[in-house]
């Protein structure tokens, strides 16, 4: 015990260590081909955070608070710049998402919603149907929720029901059940730019490096149809690698049906709940063709997708769901309280540090030099290749390095190669944000991963996931690039 604290210590200081060490070595090297002595700076501080970011040396949020100290001591970038990126759109976004999305879980709707789903009498008592009705639940509902809490709910549903039914760590449906408990939240994740932090941060970073918004429709009208086929192709894999047999696993309805009627009927505060978000789901899709019907085409254009998510979240605070007995006082849909708790701070923390990391590639001119070397690499090769190999390399990156590394890191370069080759950059970006949810087979990069190791009482193994997630990532990230690259023209135009 005593030689394993040591070890961690050691190796805790050596990740410490290897940041400023790697950083500081790239300014003293001479400048590489293309790249002038800022430009190696900046790409000495990136390896500097990417470092800490890897290996998690610090809590993640504080490595990117750490990059306004280093930007500024190493004269990259002013502090007033990093500290602006707080107002970015994509932050706004995910402050104001997170907002609607707290009522949803203050009021118990997302846990109606999921046991519900098990509810449903297409079920009874078929293993294959409950995974296919588990797998698309959970994928679905993060498309327009955040995935992390989603998949602390998923896993102790599927502890219950493993219980429930008396079976074991070995048994195919047990391990179908805490796969997915991880994989679904993170792959339905992709279908909205309320589905996870990546997605925020790639728009931020796809703004930033093509100097276009991708509007919520852009992203969803990709991304929902490509989510249901990766979700289903999901189940099947599972299903493959797991098979359940012929004869039933008798699945506890009683059980499905006491905690349905312990939540009661559906109470006021769940219908504005879904109200709230209804009403900023047509903002989003449809905002500018619905005001400039009534005449108001300007404000339309002033109603985007951060203005409605800030505005629906702070709708919360004046919407009343009933009176105080006591006080005889109005109660709302949500206090300052509650929205401490349910805000993503850590998110928004971590987006500042990667829109940051982002900003110093673009500026020291890494992302033009890293497609360089690229190009030169592959040589003469048809466009629809390169494409293709950016969207493998990304998702596997993604199963070692953390999301919020790779994005920064991969769209910039994707934008390069595809002005350097002809493709269209707009829908390759996306299709690489995409895969970027593809974190699912090792607890160190993903922290969907690591709950379900941590909460799963025993049942959860980690070979699944390795064995899962890999051929999980070999067939999405063909899927995804097939999708956007013969879909896309014709979804986007």
Same mark, same amino acid.
């Given at each position: %015990?005593? &030689?394993?604290?040591?070890?961690?210590?050691?190796?805790?200081?050596?990740?410490?260590?290897?940041?400023?060490?790697?950083?500081?070595?790239?300014?003293?090297?001479?400048?590489?081909? #293309?790249l002038t002595e800022f430009g190696m700076t900046c790409l000495g501080a990136c390896t500097w955070l990417l470092v800490w970011w890897i290996t998690e040396v610090l809590p993640l949020p504080a490595?990117?608070?750490?990059?306004?100290?280093?930007?500024?001591?190493?004269?990259?970038?002013?502090?007033?710049?990093?500290?602006?990126?707080?107002? !970015?759109?994509? %932050?706004?976004?995910?402050?104001?998402?997170?907002?609607?999305?707290?009522?949803?879980?203050?009021?118990?709707?997302?846990?109606?919603?999921?046991?519900?789903?098990?509810?449903?009498?297409?079920? &009874?008592?078929?293993?294959? &149907?409950?995974?296919?009705?588990?797998?698309?639940?959970?994928?679905? %509902?993060?498309?327009?929720?955040?995935?992390?809490?989603?998949? +602390?709910?998923?896993? =102790?549903?599927?502890?219950?029901?493993?219980?429930?039914?008396?079976?074991?760590?070995?048994?195919?449906?047990?391990?179908?059940?805490?796969?997915?408990?991880?994989?679904?939240?993170?792959?339905?994740?992709?279908?909205?730019?309320?589905? #996870?932090?990546?997605?925020?941060?790639?728009?931020?970073?796809?703004?930033?490096?093509?100097?276009?918004?991708?509007?919520?429709?852009?992203?969803?009208?990709?991304? %929902?149809?490509?989510?249901?086929?990766?979700?289903?192709?999901?189940?099947?894999?599972?299903?493959?690698?797991?098979? $359940?047999?012929?004869?039933?696993? !008798? +699945?506890?309805?009683?059980?499905?049906?006491?905690?349905?009627?312990?939540?009661?009927?559906?109470?006021?505060?769940? !219908? @504005?709940?879904?109200? *709230?978000?209804?009403?900023?789901?047509?903002?989003?899709?449809?905002?500018? $063709?619905?005001?400039?019907?009534?005449?108001?085409?300007?404000?339309?254009?002033?109603?985007?997708?951060?203005?409605?998510?800030?505005?629906?979240?702070?709708?919360?605070?004046?919407?009343? @769901?009933?009176?105080?007995?006591?006080?005889?006082?109005?109660?709302?849909?949500?206090?300052?309280?509650?929205?401490?708790?349910? *805000?993503?701070?850590?998110?928004?923390?971590?987006?500042?540090?990667?829109?940051?990391?982002?900003?110093?590639?673009?500026?020291?001119?890494?992302?033009?030099?890293?497609?360089?070397?690229?190009?030169?690499?592959?040589?003469?090769?048809?466009?629809?290749?390169?494409?293709?190999?950016?969207?493998?390399?990304?998702?596997?990156?993604?199963?070692?390095?953390?999301?919020?590394?790779?994005?920064?890191?991969? *769209?910039?370069?994707?934008?390069?190669?595809? !002005?350097?080759?002809?493709?269209?950059?707009?829908?390759?970006?996306?299709?690489?944000?995409?895969?970027?949810?593809?974190?699912?087979?090792?607890?160190?990069?993903?922290?969907? @991963?690591?709950?379900?190791?941590? =909460?799963?009482?025993?049942?959860?193994?980690?070979?699944?996931?390795?064995m899962s997630g890999f051929i999980n990532t070999v067939v999405i990230t063909v899927l995804t690039?097939?999708?956007?690259?013969?879909?896309?023209?014709?979804?986007?135009?």
């Amino acid at each position: %015990m005593a &030689r394993a604290r040591t070890i961690n210590l050691w190796r805790q200081l050596l990740f410490l260590a290897a940041g400023p060490m790697l950083c500081f070595l790239f300014m003293t090297l001479p400048p590489l081909s #293309g790249l002038t002595e800022f430009g190696m700076t900046c790409l000495g501080a990136c390896t500097w955070l990417l470092v800490w970011w890897i290996t998690e040396v610090l809590p993640l949020p504080a490595t990117s608070l750490m990059s306004i100290p280093i930007f500024t001591f190493l004269g990259i970038m002013e502090p007033a710049k990093v500290f602006a990126f707080i107002g !970015h759109p994509a %932050m706004m976004l995910i402050f104001g998402a997170t907002l609607i999305v707290g009522v949803w879980k203050e009021s118990n709707l997302i846990e109606r919603y999921a046991y519900w789903c098990f509810n449903l009498p297409f079920i &009874r008592s078929n293993p294959v &149907r409950m995974v296919f009705v588990f797998a698309m639940g959970a994928g679905l %509902m993060s498309a327009i929720a955040p995935n992390i809490p989603l998949v +602390i709910l998923f896993i =102790s549903i599927s502890v219950a029901i493993v219980k429930s039914c008396n079976l074991s760590a070995d048994n195919n449906f047990t391990r179908s059940l805490c796969t997915l408990s991880a994989m679904a939240p993170m792959f339905g994740g992709m279908g909205t730019p309320l589905g #996870g932090a990546p997605n925020i941060i790639a728009i931020a970073i796809v703004s930033t490096t093509l100097g276009h918004d991708i509007t919520f429709w852009e992203w969803s009208a990709l991304g %929902m149809p490509l989510c249901v086929l990766i979700l289903l192709g999901c189940c099947a894999i599972t299903l493959l690698l797991f098979p $359940q047999g012929k004869s039933s696993v !008798h +699945i506890p309805q009683d059980y499905m049906k006491q905690k349905m009627e312990a939540l009661g009927p559906v109470t006021i505060y769940e !219908h @504005v709940a879904i109200w *709230i978000m209804v009403l900023a789901l047509i903002m989003w899709c449809a905002g500018p $063709q619905i005001f400039a019907f009534f005449g108001a085409a300007e404000l339309g254009v002033k109603m985007n997708a951060p203005v409605v998510a800030v505005l629906m979240g702070v709708a919360a605070f004046i919407v009343p @769901v009933r009176r105080d007995q006591e006080s005889g006082k109005l109660v709302f849909a949500l206090n300052w309280d509650q929205a401490v708790r349910n *805000i993503g701070w850590a998110i928004i923390v971590l987006q500042i540090g990667a829109v940051a990391f982002g900003q110093v590639l673009l500026d020291g001119g890494v992302d033009k030099w890293a497609a360089a070397g690229i190009q030169s690499l592959l040589g003469d090769v048809p466009s629809a290749f390169v494409w293709c190999a950016l969207v493998l390399l990304t998702g596997f990156l993604s199963q070692i390095i953390l999301s919020i590394a790779i994005i920064p890191l991969m *769209i910039p370069i994707t934008v390069g190669l595809a !002005h350097l080759y002809g493709f269209d950059p707009l829908l390759a970006c996306l299709s690489v944000a995409f895969v970027s949810n593809l974190t699912t087979m090792f607890p160190f990069s993903s922290v969907a @991963v690591a709950i379900v190791l941590t =909460s799963s009482e025993g049942y959860a193994r980690a070979k699944d996931f390795i064995m899962s997630g890999f051929i999980n990532t070999v067939v999405i990230t063909v899927l995804t690039f097939c999708f956007c690259y013969f879909a896309g023209p014709i979804i986007l135009g």
